[in-house]
């Protein structure tokens, strides 16, 4: 299976729509979206394309592909609008037999994780995208933070991931490898 792995869409339509171009384009199979979907936030400005009626319906239509975790700014009305599960703070995917653990990030992330081994981690919620490896009780792991598509921080450009045969990358919206890294 390829996965495309989504973070971070806060309300944004036109950033969703190149994002889900770029899904069909790479034949993806399934969505992993980790949370933030709808909801620009509080903490951050009016995102291009605000409607998040319209990201829903986007959702909505891949609803048999996705599979979702809530985010720090997901809630049970936003759960009303979309015809798949995001109320879970976070879900197992075994690919492979490698256990790849999904969150957000406001709660479990690589220094905060719940009970059992993992692989890999994946999450969104600081808007910094971060490939990397570290240890799990004496086992590698990786560390696969998506960066968010609407609301980069600190310079960075709106990022999103792609999980293919165990390799991770780390996309720009054009689709241009920034990282990659192997199970």
Not at 77 to 90: E, R
Request: charged content about 20%.
């Amino acid at each position: 299976m390829k996965y495309f792995l989504l973070s971070d869409i806060h309300g944004s339509v036109t950033r969703l729509d190149r994002a889900l171009a770029i899904f069909e384009r790479e034949q993806c199979d399934m969505v992993l979206l980790l949370g933030d979907a709808l909801n620009y936030g509080p903490r951050n400005g009016l995102p291009e394309g605000l409607d998040a009626r319209g990201v829903a319906d986007r959702l909505n239509a891949l609803a048999d592909k996705i599979v979702a975790v809530r985010g720090n700014c997901d809630s049970e009305v936003d759960q009303m609008l979309l015809h798949f599960p995001i109320l879970s703070t976070y879900a197992l995917l075994v690919d492979e037999g490698r256990k790849i653990l999904l969150t957000h990030g406001h709660v479990y992330h690589k220094h905060n994780l719940p009970p059992g081994h993992f692989d890999a981690v994946v999450y969104g919620h600081t808007h910094l995208w971060e490939l990397s490896t570290f240890d799990i009780d004496g086992h590698p792991a990786i560390c696969c933070n998506t960066g968010s598509i609407t609301f980069p921080k600190n310079g960075n450009e709106p990022t999103f991931g792609i999980l293919d045969n165990g390799r991770f990358t780390i996309r720009n919206l054009d689709n241009k490898i920034l990282a990659d890294k192997t199970l």
